[in-house]
C-alpha cells in the first residue's frame, strides 16, 4: 500500500508541480488586481438622465411590441441615440426604441463608437482618439458567460493613456465591459493563469468547467497523498533530525508539513468553486420558489406609474414585479432611487427601498414558518450586497432555508440552506480567508495570504526541482 501511495504520488506531483506554483503566484496578484469588469458604479456615471420627452411609448406598449409575454423587468436608459426600452423575461431579452416600438439593436459600428464615445465623456474619460477595434463573440476578457445575451460586442479602444477598452453590446447597445492596460496586464499574469481561462478553451463553458473540475481534483488528490507520506515520515531515519530526507527532499518534507494544513484546504476549497451543485446546493430558487418570486407582473397596472413623472435625473428607470404588485424605481444617483408602488386606485411614493412588510409578504408566501425579515449587517457571517451601496439586504429565515431579498430591486440574492451556508465556509472562507474577524482587520488579511501563498509557492518549487531531477534520471536512465 505504501508503495502504491509513494507511486503516485512521485508522478502526480512530477505532473501538477508546475500548476501548484502557478495557482500559489497567481493567487497573491488576484488578490489585489481582480477580473475586470464594469462596476453598476461606472456604469451609471457613463449614462445621462432620461429624456421624457423622447419617450412616447408607455412601458406597457413596449412590453406589447417586444412580444415577450412573460416579461418580468423592463428598464429604461437614454443611448446616444435616444432612449430605449431593454425587456427581459425567463428566456429572451428584447430592445425597443421609446420613440417608435422599432428594433434597438445595434448593428452600426458608427453608432457603437458614438455610444463608447459617449460613455467615455460623461465618466471624465478621454475619448478623442478612439476607434472600434474588434467586433466579436469571444476575446479573454468577455468570455465569462455573463456576457452571452450581449454578443458579439464592439470593442472600442479609447486611445487614452490607461489604454482603456470599452465593450457595447450589440443586442441593447449599452456598455457592459472596460479594461485598462494595467488591468490586462496584471490579469494575464493572474486570473488567466489560475482559472485556466484561455479564451479559446473559456468560450466553451462546459469544456472548460470540466477540465479545471478534473485537474483539481487530481491536484487534491496528490496534496492528500503527500501529507499521508509527510506525517508517515516524520522522524523516521537516523537522529534527532524532523525528516530523513536530505537536500531538496528534506525541504520539501518539512514546508510541506509547516504548510500541510493550509495547502490541502486551498487546494480542496479550490476545487470546491467548480462544484456547480454537485456536492452542495448552487443557492438558488427552485422553479416553484422561482415561479412565486419572478412572476410576470400585470404590466397594464403600469398606468399607473405613469401618472408621476420620471425623476429629471433619472439615468436609469426599471419596473419590476414584487408579490404580484408592480414597482418603479428611478436611479437617480449611483447610491440613491426613488421607489414608486403601483396601488389599487393610486401610486404610493416610497422612502426609496422596499419595506419590511412588503418583504415579508412575499417570503411568506415561498416557504412557512418564516420569521419577520431583518436587515443584514455589514459583517454578517453569509454577507450579500445590495445594487445600491449601503442599500438594505432584508434576511427571512423560513425555519433550515433563508431568503435574502435586495430591498432596491426585490431581487432574491440568495437561498440559504444548510448545505450553502456549508458551501460559504467550506469554500469562500477557505479559499479566500473572507471570515469576518479577518474582514475586520484588512491588512492583517492581506499579509495571511500573501504570507501563505508564498510559503505554497516556496513548496511548489521544491517539488519541481525533485520533479526535474527524477525526470533527468529517468530519461538519462
Partial sequence: MMGAIVLLHRWLGIAFCLLFAMWFATGIVMHFVPFPSLTDAERLAGLVPVDGGQTTLTVTQAVARSGITDARR?????????????????????????????????????????????????????????????????????????????????????????????????????????????????????????????????????????????????????????????????????GPALSPYRGWHALHHVIGLATMVFVLTWIFSGWLSMDQGLLFSRGQLTSLESGIANAAPDWTSASALDRRAISPSAREVEWFGFDGTLYRRDRIAADGQILIKAGEASHEALAGFLSVPEVQGLTMRLATNCGIPFVLAEDDDYPAQSVIPGGPVYRSRCGDVWFDIDGADGRVLQRLDASRRAYRWLYSALHTLDFPILMAHPLVRDVLIVGLCALGLMFSVTGIVIGWRRLSQTFAA
Avoid: K
Avoid at 427581459?88 to 453608432?111: F, I, K, M, N, Y
Avoid at 458567460?145 to 450581449?150: E, P, Q, S, W
Avoid at 488591468?183 to 485556466?196: P, Q
Avoid at 469544456?207 to 522522524?235: F, K, Q
Fill in 74 to 238: 423592463v428598464r429604461l436608459i437614454q443611448r446616444s441615440d435616444g432612449p430605449v426600452y431593454v425587456i427581459s423575461g425567463p428566456e429572451r431579452w428584447q430592445a425597443v426604441h421609446a420613440s417608435d416600438g422599432g428594433a434597438a439593436t445595434v448593428v452600426s459600428s458608427d453608432l457603437a463608437l458614438t455610444i463608447a464615445r459617449d460613455h467615455a465623456r460623461h465618466r471624465g474619460l478621454d475619448a478623442t482618439r478612439a476607434a472600434i477595434v474588434a467586433h466579436e463573440d469571444y476575446d479573454q476578457w468577455s468570455v465569462p458567460n455573463g456576457f452571452d445575451r450581449h454578443r458579439p460586442l464592439f470593442r472600442v479602444a479609447l486611445g487614452d493613456a490607461a489604454g482603456t477598452e470599452i465593450y457595447v453590446s450589440s443586442f441593447t447597445g449599452e456598455v457592459v465591459l472596460d479594461t485598462t492596460r494595467s488591468e490586462r496586464g496584471w490579469n494575464l499574469a493572474g486570473s488567466v493563469l489560475h482559472w485556466i481561462y484561455p479564451t479559446v478553451l473559456r468560450s466553451n463553458g462546459l469544456l472548460w468547467d470540466r477540465v479545471v473540475w478534473t485537474l483539481s481534483l487530481l491536484a487534491l488528490i496528490a496534496a492528500l497523498l503527500g501529507s499521508v507520506l509527510g506525517l508517515v515520515r516524520i522522524g523516521i531515519g537516523r
